[in-house]
């Protein structure tokens, strides 16, 4: 069968097959697949490895534009946003690139990234090792500065607040 394999049953020394099926098989513990029991089916896919080389190649107050090394026999990715030490991710983007963008992002917050293959059957590599990604602060909005004070040798100015965590102007 394309795509599958079948094992073998266990044989004594001389290649007989001793669980004394009626069978429909060829004696040698090989099955024609009919399901008697003389042989399982397993698929015939080899473990799909983790994306590795993961990285933000651009990063946004609201996104971040993700690129990864390409895993053979991978037929797509999932790219995992997790919060913190959380286990399951809080958005998931599905894609048959080895990038992907990431939107609608908080400014300034750091994010755990991780992705992993899909291999054509659907099954799921591990996730890629922890990346920790954070999204740029939010530039402040200079249309809104307007100047509260002045004297002679300095300005008071105020502004609209950037968006995320902001530590410092300068």
């Given amino acids: 069968v394309a795509g599958r394999s079948v094992l073998e049953e266990p044989s004594d020394a001389e290649g007989n097959n001793d669980d004394n099926d009626s069978g429909n098989g060829d004696g040698n ?24 080389g993961v990285q933000a190649v651009k ?30 991710p809080m958005k998931k983007v599905a894609t ?11 400014a ?23 990346e920790i990604m954070r999204t740029k602060p939010t530039a402040p909005d200079f249309r809104a500065l307007r100047i ?3 004297t002679a040798t300095s300005v008071a ?4 607040k950037s968006r995320g965590t902001i530590k410092s102007y300068t």
């Fill in 148 to 150: 509260t004070q002045s």
């Fill in 96 to 106: 048959t690139k080895t990038r992907a963008v990431v939107k609608n992002m908080t």
């Fill in 59 to 88: 990063r946004t107050d609201s996104s971040l534009n993700i690129h990864w090394k390409k895993v053979e026999s991978a037929q797509s990715y999932q790219v995992g946003v997790f919060k913190g030490s959380a286990k399951k």
């Fill in 29 to 52: 513990g090989n099955d024609s697949g009919n399901g008697d029991g003389n042989a399982s089916v397993a698929d015939d896919v080899a473990v799909l490895k983790a994306p590795h």
């Fill in 108 to 130: 300034n917050q750091r994010y755990v990234v991780r992705v992993r293959s899909i291999g054509a059957t659907g099954s799921k590599s591990g996730w890629s090792k922890k």
């Fill in 157 to 160: 100015v105020q502004w609209k």
